[in-house]
């Protein structure tokens, strides 16, 4: 058996699998996110082990895990989980989404050296301007930093006693040599760290360590149990879906949205705002278009409206073309391909009869037309996708698969059973470094149904995606 950690910003959720990957148990346990300012984000790292340990004897409650021979870790990427000589938190964990650092990321990434090292901009949510907005406004913090960790990672170092990180997910971190796939000095430098202050690298697919006797005697585990590197979610998600070879592709509609596109060759284009990262396997690599809000902007709406995003979304009825009501989802700032941290939210054209359904209808079609221009931006990287899985929550709405189907004129493939995607791809991650197997095992899931284009309404959605795009030019400056 094998068991897969996903350490998500909202859950951690935990799988355990059989070596023919049918799923056996599974657990989730909510998590907490604070934002004590206006573009802050931030989670208590002490959560995750303890949500680990309830998700890990509800396992063991569901089925016996005497055969557990590997766990896999996934996470969410980017944050700066900072420690101390003893391996103690000293703030609370600097969120991907978080986006106080931004003048921190504009000094950085005037520095040539970070884009043709890491093949990246360096980002507000990226880890690095984060480190260096904390020298410059907790100093006493920093003086006392010992280890940079991601969140994952820091999860593995109560699991295994030792710091270590995997490619995948040190790509995001903007230190990274990610075409050499180990650290770089002068990009820690430039952020006043060395490699002293940075885990041990190894592949996702390799044995990062064993996990501690008390804890595999605590959760009814044998002695032994390989830790593998894992992945960041995304690189993880695509294990867990089969997205590993040149071609391949998924859109996931979680708290943030994905459009990721798997290379077995490193091709960067920092200036288009596609990340150019390590794959979670050797030698491989993706690139991702990323927007910052996607089930997360019907979260908001939801809240604004009293109504649950199941409810907002539940009788949209057939797809149609859209009104002229336009939502542009910047709540905390953009990534793909705008690299604005500073960018908001804006509903655009509302009138009396904007109610709560045609508000959920427009946020539906905003985050849609944003996955639009990543969508364009990974073309004129040269990257093409002929058709994508679609994953994570919002994938249950047909309508807006729909819609994201039309826009980007692309088939989109839904699995019977994707909300444990990155959970699945930790999994077998783990199953990997355990016994030896390879890319074999990363296979496509059983597809439920295929959402195709509607080309009667292509012009529609192209038409509207113009006015978006013409909206968020005009609104930028203001």
């Known amino acids: 058996m094998y068991i897969g950690l996903d350490l998500g910003t909202s859950s951690l959720k935990a799988i355990l699998v059989d070596e023919d990957q049918c799923i056996l148990a599974e657990h989730a346990v909510p998590l907490s996110v604070s934002r004590p300012q206006d573009g802050w984000s931030e989670q208590d790292p002490s959560q995750w082990f303890a949500a680990t340990d309830v998700a890990m004897r509800a396992l063991g409650v569901q089925a016996d895990l005497s055969a557990v021979r590997g766990i896999g870790l996934a996470g969410h990427m980017h944050g700066a989980t900072l420690l101390d000589k003893a391996d103690n938190a000293l703030r609370p964990c600097i969120l991907w989404n978080d986006t106080r650092s931004a003048d921190e990321a504009h000094a950085l990434d005037s520095d040539p050296q970070f884009r043709n090292v890491s093949g990246n901009?360096?980002?507000?949510?990226?880890?690095?301007?984060?480190?260096?907005?904390?020298?410059?406004?907790?100093?006493?913090?920093?003086?006392?930093?010992?280890?940079?960790?991601?969140?994952?990672?820091?999860?593995?170092?109560?699991?295994?006693?030792?710091?270590?990180?995997?490619?995948?997910?040190?790509?995001?971190?903007s230190w990274l040599d990610v075409a050499k796939r180990d650290w770089s000095d002068e990009l820690l430098s430039a952020s006043y760290l060395d490699r002293t202050h940075m885990p041990r690298l190894v592949e996702g697919s390799e044995s990062s360590g064993i996990l501690l006797d008390t804890l595999a005697q605590n959760w009814g585990l044998p002695k032994g149990v390989v830790v593998a590197g894992g992945g960041g979610d995304n690189a993880a998600s695509a294990i867990g879906a089969g997205v590993v070879s040149k071609g391949d592709a998924f859109v996931s509609l979680g708290t943030s949205g994905v459009l990721f596109a798997a290379s077995d060759a490193y091709q960067p284009d920092a200036a288009s705002a596609v990340h150019t990262f390590c794959h979670a396997l050797p030698d491989t690599w993706h690139q991702m278009g990323v927007i910052l809000a996607a089930t997360d902007a019907l979260q908001w709406l939801s809240r604004l409206t009293g109504q649950s995003a199941a409810d907002l979304t539940r009788d949209l009825g057939p797809l149609q073309a859209p009104s002229r009501t336009l939502f542009l989802p910047y709540l905390g700032g953009e990534r793909t391909p705008h690299n604005n941290p500073s960018m908001r939210g804006q509903f655009l054209h509302l009138d009396q009869a904007t109610?709560?359904?045609?508000?959920?209808?427009?946020?539906?079609?905003?985050?849609?037309?944003?996955?639009?221009?990543?969508?364009?931006?990974?073309?004129?990287?040269?990257?093409?996708?002929?058709?994508?899985?679609?994953?994570?929550?919002?994938?249950?709405?047909?309508?807006?698969?729909?819609?994201?189907?039309?826009?980007?004129?692309?088939?989109?493939?839904?699995?019977?059973?994707?909300?444990?995607?990155?959970?699945?791809?930790?999994?077998?991650?783990?199953?990997?470094?355990?016994?030896?197997?390879?890319?074999?095992?990363?296979?496509?899931?059983?597809?439920?149904?295929?959402?195709?284009?509607?080309?009667?309404?292509?012009?529609?959605?192209?038409?509207?995606?113009?006015?978006?795009?013409?909206?968020?030019?005009?609104?930028?400056?203001?």
């Open 355 to 478: 109610d709560a359904r045609e508000a959920a209808r427009a946020v539906v079609e905003g985050v849609t037309f944003a996955f639009a221009d990543c969508h364009e931006a990974l073309r004129s990287t040269g990257t093409v996708i002929e058709r994508a899985l679609a994953l994570g929550g919002g994938a249950k709405s047909d309508y807006w698969l729909s819609a994201i189907a039309t826009t980007l004129n692309l088939p989109l493939m839904l699995p019977q059973a994707g909300d444990f995607g990155a959970a699945l791809g930790a999994a077998r991650l783990g199953m990997m470094a355990a016994c030896g197997a390879g890319t074999e095992i990363a296979t496509l899931p059983p597809i439920e149904k295929t959402i195709q284009p509607q080309s009667a309404l292509s012009n529609a959605f192209q038409d509207t995606h113009a006015r978006y795009r013409a909206a968020y030019s005009a609104l930028k400056d203001l």
């Open 121 to 173: 901009i360096v980002f507000a949510g990226f880890t690095a301007p984060k480190v260096v907005w904390v020298k410059n406004n907790e100093p006493e913090i920093f003086a006392k930093l010992a280890k940079a960790l991601l969140p994952k990672d820091y999860l593995r170092l109560l699991l295994i006693g030792d710091h270590i990180a995997e490619m995948s997910d040190a790509a995001g971190t």
